[in-house]
């Protein structure tokens, strides 16, 4: 039965990662007629990404919710709970031991994921090769027009098409700015063979590494491979990127070997063990910002908010703003889907306004000088 708010209603999704994908399973069971338009030519090429942590009351409840609970592979590791830090003298200054901050997060492969979400979608949900270009309100609805040249009409449009929305500017003009961080993202596949003693730090759990206003994070994944992050703080935007080769595996190399002179040789290992590097400036938007609800037009997942995180929780954020919309266009008390969407759309601004403030405080840790002095 199709639900009041959304009787006769078309729905346009733009952006088919893991909230378009569990917003448009999630009106599907209410009855509502939902497209979701992508701008990828098919669902292996959009459904990108490596291993993701599904927290509870966010990913895990929208796998609930969409019926893929028990459908997707998840990966228990409760040892990935275990925290350790180091200074760049490779001297442990803390270790937290596995379950004291609380339950672990399952894995699963984000590809499954969409793949999954995506196939239990009706035929024809999936418009795949349409690149959004712009909308306009035509007889009370909004037309689509994609770069292709194609248009289709809707009643309702939600933006879930990423950091660089381009459904954004129709409700605010507030950008994300960047934070003034640089990460250098590093995977190494065989660790046990080409970084054992570092491999052996981690302990199937994470490592924080900090000095001289620089940090490195490690974090083993479900497949036994190491994720690593480099952050480098207080860099100009597009200044590492433009100093360096990043096709150039051996001259990154090099590079990270100078930006963390003095440090323990062990993490050097770490650096020649990547298979390759992509420099990811970090961009955030203000955890202040807000913006006029417009009747039919929202944002959700990064397009709405964008959060510097190392622990998926842009991804968990994202699925759960599906979940609260659905919740919201789904809930009878609401007189009309301008009331729906203000009602999510005042949650989801003081959530991610909270996580926002979070991230902000802790910062400070990624870019101490010494990690005794971020302790405090």
């Not at 009351?57 to 409760?78: C, D, F, I, N, Y």
């Not at 979400?117 to 007889?139: E, M, V, Y």
């Not at 660089?164 to 507030?174: G, H």
């Not at 919740?327 to 009309?336: D, P, R």
């Amino acid at each position: 039965m199709v639900k009041e708010l959304l009787y006769g209603k078309n729905v346009a999704i733009i952006g088919a990662g893991p909230a378009g994908l569990t917003l448009a399973n999630l009106l599907q069971q209410q009855g509502a007629r939902v497209r979701v338009y992508e701008r990828e030519p098919d669902a292996l090429t959009a459904a990108r990404g490596g291993t993701m942590e599904l927290h509870a009351g966010a990913a895990l409840k929208a796998l609930a919710q969409t019926g893929l609970e028990g459908k997707v592979a998840l990966v228990h590791r409760p040892e990935s709970t275990r925290l350790k830090m180091y200074d760049k003298y490779k001297a442990l200054v803390l270790e937290v031991p596995p379950g004291a901050a609380g339950g672990h997060h399952p894995e699963a492969d984000r590809k499954e994921i969409c793949l999954a979400l995506a196939a239990s979608l009706a035929p024809g949900t999936l418009q795949w090769g349409r690149h959004f270009k712009t909308l306009a309100i035509k007889d009370n609805r909004y037309e689509l027009q994609f770069m292709q040249g194609q248009s289709e009409t809707a009643d309702i449009v939600i933006g879930a098409d990423g950091a660089r929305s381009s459904i954004r500017p129709f409700l605010t003009p507030v950008q994300a700015m960047y934070s003034g961080s640089t990460l250098i993202h590093g995977v190494t596949a065989d660790p046990v063979k080409t970084c054992p003693e570092l491999y052996a730090m981690v302990q199937q759990g994470t490592l924080f590494a900090v000095g001289n206003g620089k940090s490195i994070i490690v974090q083993e994944k479900g497949n036994s491979s190491l994720e690593f992050y480099c952050s480098i703080g207080a860099t100009p935007e597009g200044e590492l990127a433009a100093a360096t080769n990043f096709q150039d595996r051996a001259a990154v190399v090099q590079q990270l070997e100078t930006l963390y002179a003095g440090w323990h040789p062990v993490f050097y290992e770490l650096f020649a063990s990547a298979r390759a590097f992509v420099p990811r400036a970090v961009y955030a938007t203000p955890a202040t910002q807000h913006w006029k609800t417009q009747p039919n037009l929202t944002l959700i997942g990064d397009a709405a908010h964008v959060i510097p995180s190392f622990a998926s929780a842009g991804v968990n954020m994202a699925m759960l703003d599906a979940c609260e919309l659905a919740a919201q266009l789904g809930n009878s008390s609401h007189k009309s889907i301008g009331a729906a969407i203000s009602a999510y759309e005042q949650e989801m601004l003081a959530r991610t306004a909270r996580v926002q403030l979070e991230v902000r405080d802790s910062e400070h840790i990624f870019h101490a000088h010494t990690s005794t002095a971020s302790l405090y």
